[in-house]
């Protein structure tokens, strides 16, 4: 705990106000906004340098050691030894599981965030804590989601700040969120889905709220493929923890 | 027709065939009739093809278990001439991979997302009964790969695509493609196949206007297509990259839309569809000439081609061929077939309303005989005949349309070279062209039907007219480039 306070008086984490969003598919659409209780993020993804930390003293998360049920072959496959990671060393860290990445984040005293959380704070612009009706932003968001795969990723923290003080929400990498598994596509994302098994399975295309929101259901359906073992070359993580309460 | 395929039927059926006909079944039985037992032998790996190249026919009497890997990839691909787009491939290429089984395979479909992909992909096979045709099953993160099995069960030919969400953009960004599946006797022989496939795409930027173009969201939702397109990029059939056949062969087409929005009137200008399997259905309708193509369908044309020449692919909704790209070419070569096709022959011009303009021509054409025409008469008389034979697409103006037809007031590319001016005329003009510092690649038909005279006549009124000034043309120059170069074989109009 002691050493995530250090990271947030260092700057690394931001308060994040409490507040609501809307998500693609409320759990009642009769109540379209979801409350998001105040809690911390961090202001940038977790980093290869900060993940390189992380291993050396955890040798378990080391990749030759590490339990293919907890992350599959791709996990760290771009890093030269078990704690050598590829320069430059402060972009995003990838090919990391769910399992590393809260390891990680427990290890720091902190959690992932939530899918609510995150999805709250990426709802905002540079000047708006809500930019989903923004047609402009939204445009900007979703052309990262449709551009050119690339190797690796910017560094982090380069871009100005949401309207939070959080920085990379959008144009770097997929991150991991606690539940990521919750807004399920599960099968077929053409399904409609009644209003029981909204939430849980077929959760479909036809029931979201705002189906112009395409960089959304990119994130949900990124999400839904994955499972916790899985790594990907573009998928990274940042933490969260609830806020101390004064 | 139905009728008397039927009355075939029964005949055979007490007498032997003609060997020319074969016996054809009122029903195939449908899916419940797909199911020809367990797979026999070692499985099979699929040979899959790129457009507009298909896989051999089967040569298998007994059902196998056939073994399709199937890469995505997304990667930057020209769409048009320096145009560039970011495209999500079944196999590197749009559309994608031409996979051919025959009825009653049981197919082992491997679904690969290469590791440098950003999004999560699936494939839906028309071809599949079941829900979700497959799309459940091979839902995929990049780096993984995941594997269903299905029977095919109904003969014909299906589309693929990608449906993951947003379906619309992973279509739109070219994730479909073609599945054959044929009867289990096999399709009838022909000389050719050709895979082709028309898609609608949707850009920030107009129409050819340059560098790596994003998906605008917007225009596909309003189903306002900046590009329609066969096999995934301009030019994909046009030039060196045209379908070839010979004269006397038969040629069948797999032809399947893609989408994501527009249905095609699909149509090849200067040939009528001897059979079309109408939604890829499994009985031909005869004697066609445009047929359509729904978003998400596919259809097989069939026809036997008789005279030389380039037969245009095109999507017959027509601002589509000619402003957004959807044209092909299919090169017949061969020996003339005179009795079928005869060319020119009547060497008089038909210039419309053009009225006391044609007392002009006659002036102009009586002066020449005696060796007295001026400049002066040979302009008018070539402004008259303009208005008939190129206006349509110069634009009375000469200044063309921006992209499509290029200008001939001002034209660097016209003043240049006055005997490839006159070449243009008579031969046409197929591939890319600089004109004023811009680009066109487009086709222009030959003219030869003009006579000397009128060539000469046009091409000195357009080197005299708009701004442009030049020497005259004569009848000799005209009839020296006619003589000295070919036509390309049997124009089309
Ligand atoms: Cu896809």
Redesign the pocket.
Known sequence: MLWWLAIAAAGDGVAIQAGSYEPLYPVDPAVPRTFVSSFILDATPVTRADFSAFVAENERWQRERVPAVLADPGYLASWSGPTEPPAPLDTPVTEVSWFAARAYCEWRGARLPTEDEWEYVSRASEDSLDASKDDAWLARTLAWYGSPRTAGSGRVGQHAPNAHGVHDMHGLVWEWVEDFNNTLFGTDVREGGDAETLRFCGSGTLSATDVSDYATFMRIAYRSSLQGKYTTRGMGFRCAADQESP | MRSILLALATLTACQAPPAAVAPVPFTTGGSAAGDFGPPVGDPIIAELTNAPNVPPPIDRDEPATVVVNLE?VEKVMPISEGVDYTM?TFGGEVPGKFIRVRQGDTVEFHLQNHPDNR????IDLHAVTGPGGGAASSFTAPGHESQFTFQALNQGIYVYH???APVGM??A?G?YGMILVEPPEGLPPVDREYYVMQGDFYTVGKYREKGLQPFDMQKAIEENATYVLFNGAEGSLTGDNALQANVGETVRLFVGNGGPNLVSSFHVIGEIFDRVYTDGGTFPQENVQTTLVASGGATMVEFDVEVPGTYVLVDHSIFRAFNKGAIGMLKVDGPESLGVYSGLELDSIYVGDLGDHEGIIAAVTEAEAGGTVTLEQQIAAGEALFGGSCSACHQTTGTGVEGVFPPLAGSDFLMADKERSIGIVLNGLTGPVTVNGSDYNSVMPPMRQLNDDEIAHILTYVRNSWGNSGDAVTAEEVATVRSTTDAPAGAAH
């Open positions: 995505v999500w999004m999560p992909h699936n990608c449906a993951t992973h279509i960004n994730m």
